[in-house]
C-alpha cells in the first residue's frame, strides 16, 4: 500500500509550521556560511539542485532568505544520495562541473532516449480552506509538463494517473499498470498565503520511497516551489540533462499566481467538455487576460476551447474556427514560438482539413514536449489520414507508454491495422476501447464498423444495438444504426436529421464513416457525397480508399466515386517522399 497517498491527512499547522524567524538566514552569504560554501556554489545549488531558498516578492530589488532547518534537511539528503555515473565525461568536465546538478549535460551533449520512466500521481489537497484545492491540480499538471520536456524520462499523461487519486493499490500494482519504474505523490496543503509541499520518490519495487522533502514558501513563491521540486526530482533520478532542458525548467509562461489560478480552473473546466463547463472555462480566461494582458498561453487555451465546441458536436457555427483563428494570431503575436502556439495552430489547421499544417506545427511540439499526449494522438491522427502509417507507428508506440490506460489510446494500433486492411487484427484494440468506456457512443461506433469490415457481421449487429437510452438520437448512435441496416438492406433513404447532418459535415471521421456506410449499402452517389466531405476535411490516404476498405470497393466503378478517388489521389501523393 502506498503510505503516503493513503495515510491521514496531516495536520495543518503541523505543515504550515510557526514562524522560522530563529533560524532564518536572510542573504546569499549567510545562507553560504552556514554551508562552508561559495556564494558562487550555494546559487548554483539553488538554480540546479534545488537547494532550498526563498524570495522576497513584489520589491524593488528581490532579497532571498532560507532557514536553516531546512539547508540541513536538504544538505542530509544529498549526501545520503549516490553519486551520479560520470564516466562517460572527461576528468577536466567533471572537475568543472563539481558542484552541477547530479545527472546535469555537460558540453551540450544531446540526451540519450528515456530510460527512467515515471508517474506522477494527482497531488492531494489538505488545508482549512477547500476554495484553495486548485493548487494541488496545479502541481500536479506543472510536474507532468516540466518533466514531460526532458528527453531522458518519460512521464506518464495526466489522463492516465488520474484514475490513482485517492487510491488504495500498492505502489507495485499502480506502476505496472503505468509502466512506470518510479512514482511521485505529494501533499499540498496552503491557506491562500502560504505553502507547504511534502513529496515522496516511490520505488515500486519496494513499495517504499527513495527520497522524501518538504518545500515550504508564500503563495507568490508557488512557481520557484515547482522548479525546485522538479529539480530535486531530476538529481534525485540522477538525470542528465542538455542546456535546453536546463533552461526549459526555470521558463515561466505565466508569473501572476491570480491568473495562473485561473487558467488550472478553466483547464479543469475544460476537461469535463460540456457547454457549460466550457463557457465557463472562457470566462476563467478571460479574467486571467484582464491580469496579464496578451500571452501565448492563455490565447491558445481560448483557441482550443472554442474547438472543443466542435469537436465535441456542441455547436458547429463556423464562428467558433474564426474566433479560434483570432486567438492563434494573438498567440502568434504575444510568442510565435511558444509549444502552446505551435499547438493551437496544429488544432485549428486540422479542423480546417490542412493536414500538412497540422502535421508540421504538432511534430514541431513533439520534438520538444516529448510525452505530450494530445500533440502525439493528433499527430498520430493526421499522419495515418495522409497514409504515412510508417511514420506513424513509432509515434502510437511512444503513446501507448505515455498514455496506456486512456480509452482512444488503446485503439490507435487498431486504426494502423485498419487502415492497412488488417481489420482482424484491428477488431481487439477497438474492443479494447469500448471495454474501457462502454457509456462512450464513438467507441460503440468504431466497434461496429471494424467489425463488419472484418466480416463478424453477428458480433457487429450486438455491439450496436448496446446503446443506451441517453445517446440514442446521438451522431455516433445514428452512424452506427445506418451501417446495421446497410447490412440487413433497411438503410433509410432520407437525409440524416439535421443536427446530426451539420456535426457529419464538419468531421473527417463522421463524414469517411457515413460513406462507408452508403457503400456498404451500394449507394455510390451519397457515398461520393460523403467522401468529398471527407476530402474536404483533411482525408488523403488513398491507398485505404482505393485498395483497403472493407465497403468501398461495392461502388468503386461509380463515376462520382472515382473523381473522388482521383482527387485524394492527388492529394496522397503530395504527402509522399520525393524519393516514393
Known amino acids: 500500500m502506498l503510505s503516503f497517498v493513503t495515510r491521514a491527512a496531516p495536520n495543518y499547522t503541523e505543515l504550515m509550521g510557526d514562524s522560522h524567524s530563529e533560524n532564518r538566514l536572510d542573504s546569499w552569504k549567510a545562507i553560504a556560511r552556514h554551508l562552508d560554501r561559495s556564494v558562487r556554489t550555494v546559487r548554483r545549488w539553488e538554480q540546479l539542485e534545488g537547494l532550498p531558498v526563498h524570495r522576497h516578492r513584489h520589491q524593488a530589488q528581490a532579497s532571498v532568505f532560507a532557514y536553516a532547518s531546512e539547508l540541513d534537511a536538504w544538505r542530509a539528503e544529498r549526501a545520503e544520495a549516490p553519486s551520479p555515473d560520470r564516466s562517460g565525461a572527461s576528468s577536466a568536465s567533471a572537475a568543472s562541473d563539481a558542484d552541477a546538478e547530479p545527472g546535469h549535460t555537460v558540453g551540450g551533449r544531446a540526451p540519450a532516449k528515456a530510460t527512467t520512466a515515471i508517474a506522477v500521481l494527482p ?48 505502489s507495485g500494482s499502480i506502476a505496472r499498470a503505468l509502466g512506470v ?11 491562500g498565503k502560504r505553502l507547504r509541499i511534502a513529496v515522496r520518490l516511490i520505488d515500486p519495487t519496494r513499495d517504499d520511497h527513495l527520497w522524501s522533502r518538504q518545500f515550504s514558501g ?43 489560478r485561473r487558467v488550472v480552473q478553466a483547464r479543469e473546466a475544460a476537461y469535463r467538455w460540456r457547454p457549460d463547463a466550457l463557457e465557463r472555462a472562457r470566462v476563467l480566461l478571460t479574467e486571467a487576460l484582464a491580469l496579464v494582458g496578451e500571452n501565448a498561453v492563455l490565447c491558445a487555451a481560448m483557441g482550443r476551447v472554442l474547438l472543443q465546441f466542435r469537436e465535441a458536436g456542441l455547436d458547429t457555427d463556423e464562428r467558433f474556427l474564426n474566433e479560434a483563428a483570432e486567438w492563434t494570431r494573438r498567440a502568434m503575436a504575444a510568442d510565435p514560438h511558444h509549444l502552446e502556439t505551435h499547438t493551437l495552430t496544429g488544432w485549428l489547421a486540422y479542423a480546417r482539413g490542412d493536414l500538412a499544417t497540422a502535421i508540421d506545427e504538432l511534430q514541431a511540439v513533439v520534438d520538444v514536449d516529448h510525452d505530450h499526449p494530445d500533440a502525439m494522438g493528433l ?79 453477428d458480433e457487429a449487429l450486438a455491439v450496436a444495438g448496446g446503446f443506451d437510452a441517453a445517446v440514442l438520437e446521438s451522431t455516433p448512435a445514428i452512424l452506427t444504426r445506418r451501417f446495421a441496416a446497410a447490412h440487413l438492406g433497411t438503410v433509410e433513404q432520407v437525409p440524416l436529421p439535421k443536427p446530426v447532418r451539420a456535426v457529419v459535415e464538419t468531421s473527417e471521421m463522421f463524414a469517411r464513416l457515413a460513406a462507408e456506410a452508403w457503400a456498404m449499402a451500394g449507394n455510390g452517389e451519397r457515398t461520393a457525397h460523403w467522401l468529398r466531405l471527407a476530402a474536404a476535411r483533411g482525408f488523403a490516404n488513398w491507398p485505404y480508399l482505393d485498395q483497403h476498405s472493407a465497403f468501398l470497393g461495392a461502388v468503386a466503378d461509380h463515376p462520382e466515386v472515382q473523381a473522388v478517388s482521383a482527387e485524394v489521389k492527388r492529394r496522397w501523393q503530395a504527402f509522399q517522399p520525393a524519393s516514393a
Not at 519504474?181 to 491557506?191: I, K, N, P, Q, R
Open 123 to 170: 497531488f492531494t489537497y489538505t488545508g482549512p480552506d477547500p476554495a484553495q484545492a486548485w493548487v494541488s491540480e496545479g502541481f500536479t499538471e506543472a510536474m507532468i509538463s516540466g518533466f514531460s520536456k526532458l528527453a531522458s524520462l518519460r512521464v506518464t499523461s495526466r489522463t492516465s494517473s488520474a484514475g490513482f487519486k485517492g487510491s488504495t493499490q500498492d
Open 218 to 260: 508564500a503563495m507568490d513563491e508557488v512557481f520557484d516551489i515547482q522548479e525546485r521540486i522538479a529539480r530535486a526530482v531530476v538529481a534525485a533520478l540522477q538525470l542528465r540533462l542538455a542546456p535546453e532542458e536546463d533552461r526549459a525548467l526555470s521558463q515561466r509562461s505565466i508569473e501572476d499566481v491570480a491568473a495562473w
Open 379 to 457: 499527430l498520430i491522427n493526421c499522419l495515418l489520414l495522409t497514409g504515412q502509417e510508417n511514420r506513424a507507428r513509432p509515434i502510437i508506440e511512444h503513446l501507448m507508454a505515455v498514455d496506456p490506460l486512456t480509452p482512444l489510446t488503446r485503439c490507435m494500433p487498431g486504426f494502423v491495422d485498419a487502415l492497412e486492411g488488417q481489420f482482424q487484427s484491428a477488431v481487439e484494440p477497438y474492443r479494447e476501447m469500448l471495454d474501457r468506456d462502454p457509456a462512450n457512443p464513438v467507441a460503440r461506433l468504431f466497434n461496429t464498423w471494424v467489425l463488419f469490415a472484418a466480416g463478424r457481421d
Open 181 to 191: 519504474s518510479h512514482l511521485l505523490e505529494g501533499a499540498v496543503v496552503g491557506d
